[in-house]
Each structure stands twice: as structure tokens, then as C-alpha cells.
């Protein structure tokens, strides 16, 4: 079975920086794109960022482009996410999901499968 | 980008009745070099991550109870649950793909009544 568990959520300051990591197993990692997707507290689902099987292409959220960076290591079976310039706004729990299919050729689609998901929560 | 409007905000509806939840987009999300929808629904049951129950606008996802169907083309698409059980109670999303950002409705909240 598809299992994700993500990592690296706490408290920040404003302007501060966090990095999200999401350990995969139990399917070709490579083969599929990686989502992330957040949600703040008792607030609806808000898709954040994603990246192709081969980590070649990305795609972002106009609410974090420029600031938040996807990442992905196939040997480790990783997806990464960095988190700069953080915001009040940010606050939120972080799932990892995984895309149905690789995005190799066309965007990105659902999300088969998610992580338990990491609180970040951005305060001063 | 494309807006996602979901209604009613939530329902009451007894044990054993249909639940049916709508789910509009701002444009059409049909691709039509292959007929397909790109629209999804989601359960999230209270400190759970959400769980796919149907993709591509009518298609369940594998071990999803046959009372959950959905069913829309274009712009205008429905969730049912044909026979509420109390294990249904939850949140319910629609998301589209059919272009980034990938966008979801605000949510449904299904209660019994």
C-alpha cells in the first residue's frame, strides 16, 4: 500500500523559512508527479505546488510562486518542499499527495493518495 | 483561473435518504481531444486527510462503496450518495484539472439528519 509521511512542520516567524520533507514507499516513486496541497486551520483544500516524476517541470500556486520551491529526490524517494519568506497567511496543515500519473507529457492531474500531513504554523 | 462553486455549503439528511451535492466550474473543464472531464471528488472526514472518491467526473476510485456515483459533463457536475450511512459524514470537495492551478470547490459539509 501507497504510504507518504510527511515531516518538518512547527512554529516560524514571519519572513522565516521552513523545508517539508515526504518520505514515499511502496510504489515507483519516479513514475509519478508529486503534489503538495495545504489547508489552514478549519478552512477548504488549497493546492500549492507540484512537480513531474523526473523532476523536470513544475508548476506553482501564484500565492507562494517566487517564494516556495518544489523539490524531489528519486534515489530517496523524497518530495521536498521550501518554504521562504514565510507569511501569516501560510499557516496551514501541508499534505504531500500523489498525482495519478508521471506528467510526462500534460499537466498534472489528482491525487490518488495522501500523507497525514505536517502543521505549519507562521506567528510571532 | 478556474473557479470551483460548490452547493449547498452543507446538508442534514437522514440515514438510508440520497445525498446529492452540486459542483460548477467557471469554464469547461471536458477536453475534448478525448472526452474526458477532468473532475474529482474528495471525502475529508474530521483530522483525516482527504481520500479520493472519484476521478475523471464518474469514475470510483478503487474500494469506494457503489452508493457514491458521480455524474456532469462541461461545466455543471454531481456528487450522489444514494443511501446515507452514518460512516459518510464528512466534508466533501470537487477539484478540476483540467489546467493549474489546480483549483477545488469550497466544500460541502454532509450531516445526518
Known amino acids: 500500500e501507497v504510504q507518504l509521511l510527511e515531516s518538518g512542520g512547527g512554529l516560524v516567524q514571519p519572513g522565516g523559512s521552513l523545508r517539508l520533507s515526504c518520505a514515499a514507499s511502496e510504489f515507483t516513486f519516479s513514475s509519478y508527479a508529486m503534489n503538495w496541497v495545504r489547508q489552514a486551520p478549519g478552512k477548504g483544500l488549497e493546492w500549492v505546488s507540484v512537480i513531474s516524476g523526473s523532476g523536470g517541470r513544475t508548476f506553482y500556486a501564484d500565492s507562494v510562486k517566487g517564494r516556495f520551491t518544489i523539490s524531489r529526490d528519486n534515489f530517496k524517494t523524497t518530495l521536498y518542499l521550501q518554504m521562504n519568506s514565510l507569511r501569516v497567511e501560510d499557516t496551514a496543515v501541508y499534505y504531500c499527495?500523489?498525482?495519478?500519473?508521471?506528467?510526462?507529457?500534460?499537466?498534472?492531474?489528482?491525487?490518488?493518495?495522501w500523507g497525514p500531513g505536517t502543521l505549519v504554523t507562521v506567528s510571532s | 483561473d478556474i473557479v470551483m462553486t460548490q452547493s449547498p455549503d452543507s446538508l442534514a439528511v437522514s440515514l438510508g435518504e440520497r445525498a446529492t451535492i452540486n459542483c460548477k466550474s467557471s469554464q469547461s473543464v471536458l477536453y475534448t481531444s478525448n472526452n474526458k472531464n477532468y473532475l474529482a471528488w474528495f471525502q475529508q472526514k474530521p483530522g483525516q486527510p482527504p481520500k479520493l472518491l472519484i476521478s475523471?467526473?464518474?469514475t470510483r476510485d478503487s474500494g469506494v462503496p457503489d452508493r457514491f456515483s458521480g455524474s456532469g459533463s462541461g461545466t455543471d457536475f454531481t456528487l450522489t450518495i444514494s443511501s446515507l450511512q452514518a460512516e459518510d459524514v464528512a466534508v466533501y470537495y470537487c477539484?478540476?484539472?483540467?489546467?493549474?492551478?489546480?483549483?477545488f470547490g469550497g466544500g460541502t459539509k454532509v450531516e445526518i439528519k
Open positions: 477539484q478540476q484539472y483540467y489546467s493549474t492551478p489546480l483549483t
Open positions: 499527495a500523489k498525482d495519478l500519473a508521471s506528467m510526462a507529457s500534460g499537466g498534472p492531474l489528482t491525487f490518488d493518495h
Open positions: 475523471w467526473a464518474s
